[in-house]
């Protein structure tokens, strides 16, 4: 995988989170997991940098990629 820092940003009930969650997990990839509905500082963080709440959201050296399609591929290409 490339250096870089990742990080989702996340809810439990979304199914598309949950799609990129089961990708991240079966192939063992080292993304840091910021639920935004247990910590509310990662709510507050992901409106702030990205302009929107919708998850999921993978931070990427802090840059915000949405859609869970979008995210899995950009995984799929950088692992």
């Known amino acids: 995988m490339a250096e870089c820092e990742l990080e989702l940003f996340y809810f439990d009930q979304c199914p598309y989170c949950q799609i990129v969650l089961n990708h991240i997990q079966t192939h063992e990839l080292p993304v840091t997991l910021r639920n935004t509905q247990t910590d509310p500082n990662n709510h ?27 995210i899995i591929n950009w995984l799929t290409q950088h692992a």
Do not use: M, W
């Open 44 to 70: 507050v963080r992901l409106n702030a940098v990205g302009g929107k709440t919708q998850v999921p959201c993978l931070f990427i050296d802090g840059q915000p990629l949405y859609e869970s399609q979008d």
